[in-house]
């Protein structure tokens, strides 16, 4: 089983960008499909975007063409990186990982988006 932890969550201004980092510890990290969701005050949590083990990718609409994901299983981490960001993105992100019947979440890191 892998633990998660989030990372590079902060203040920026509209049109800037972030990257997000997940650290996993454990085993078979490799093995595991990846997700990032987004929970904004108020709302429920939204999936943001999706690899499988064997890296295809998936998106929500909101964020297609500016939000790329992306592992290193080399390293343990999946990451998200965020470009021309929207006020509207602001929110708490998580990070997800799949593997069977097994699911296991981070704390989350907090992103903030300025007008």
């Known amino acids: 089983q892998v633990q998660l932890v989030e990372s590079g969550g902060g203040l920026v201004q509209a049109g800037g960008s972030l990257r997000l980092s997940c650290a996993a510890s454990?085993?078979?990290?490799?093995?595991?499909?990846m997700a990032w969701y987004r929970q904004a005050p108020g709302r429920q949590r939204d999936l943001v975007a999706t690899?499988?083990?064997?890296?295809?990718?998936n998106y929500a609409d909101s964020v297609k063409g500016r939000f790329t994901i992306s592992r290193d299983n080399a390293k343990n981490t999946v990451y998200l990186q965020m470009n021309s960001l929207k006020p509207e993105d602001t929110a708490v992100y998580y990070c997800?990982?799949?593997?069977?019947?097994?699911?296991?979440w981070g704390q989350g890191t907090r992103v903030t988006v300025s007008s």
């Open positions: 454990g085993n078979r990290f490799s093995l595991y499909a």
């Open positions: 690899i499988t083990s064997g890296g295809l990718t």
């Open positions: 997800n990982g799949v593997y069977g019947s097994f699911a296991t």
